[in-house]
């Protein structure tokens, strides 16, 4: 099944403690992306990345890191997680020519 | 950058009943999704419809490219057709993302 995967689903953490939010495709997509969403503010984008080893900025890339070393893998970092990065987190990936994407179920993440 | 505006920002129906939902862009896109938002907070896929008509099931859509406008149709609703619509846009290609909307809170009462 053609899908993209986010783990864990669900995260409680503390002020500073580092993490890392996995995701993964089954499409070889190039092109893959992070969002978050939040009330009132809608969905944005964190981070992107056309291809193995190429990552560029979002709308919202402050606080973040993301890193591109396999095509099928582009997990989000947070280093000193902070409370206003509570948010609803998703990955995306989509083919660099054929333009919809596809999105993970959702990392809930709540920074204590 | 694209700025999406979609109407209305909440619904309230009767199961049974049909409604529209508008999504206006403020420029030309190449890329147009609508997506709804499940209660436990999933988005799904509806439709990938930069310009034409698509029909799925209860669902339609129509993008009018030209007039910057795409409409999501949803015909004899079911309870399980609440949650929150989205509409996305983009230009589409190379590193280019979606721009969303703030979504339609639909809420279908039995």
């Known amino acids: 099944e053609a899908q993209v995967t986010q783990n864990p689903r669900y995260l409680i953490t503390v002020t500073g403690k580092k993490l890392t939010v996995t995701c993964s495709q089954n499409m070889n997509h190039e092109y893959m992306s992070w969002y978050r969403q939040d009330p009132g503010l809608g969905l944005r984008q964190i981070y992107y990345s056309m291809n193995v080893e190429v990552t560029d900025k979002g709308d919202v890339p402050e606080g973040y890191k993301v890193s591109r070393k396999e095509k099928r893998n582009f997990p989000l970092i947070l280093e000193s997680p902070s409370p206003n990065q509570t948010s609803l987190y998703f990955c995306?990936?989509?083919?660099?020519?054929?333009?919809?994407?596809?999105f993970g179920p959702g990392t809930r993440l709540t920074v204590l | 950058g694209i700025q999406v505006e979609q109407s209305p920002p909440d619904l309230i129906l009767q199961e049974g009943a049909n409604s529209t939902l508008r999504c206006n862009f403020s420029?030309?896109?190449?890329?147009l999704q609508w997506f709804h938002q499940n209660p436990w907070g999933q988005l799904i896929n509806l439709f990938y419809?930069?310009?034409g008509t698509k029909q799925n099931g209860r669902l339609s859509a129509t993008t009018v490219a030209t007039e910057r406008y795409s409409l999501l149709y949803i015909s004899s609703s079911q309870t399980t057709d609440s949650g929150v619509y989205f509409c996305?846009?983009?230009?589409?290609?190379?590193?280019?993302?979606?721009?969303f909307g703030k979504g339609t809170h639909l809420i279908i009462q039995p």
């Open positions: 419809i930069p310009s």
């Open positions: 996305a846009g983009g230009s589409g290609g190379g590193a280019d993302g979606l721009t």
């Open positions: 420029d030309s896109v190449n890329n």
């Open positions: 995306a990936s989509r083919d660099i020519t054929y333009n919809e994407q596809f």
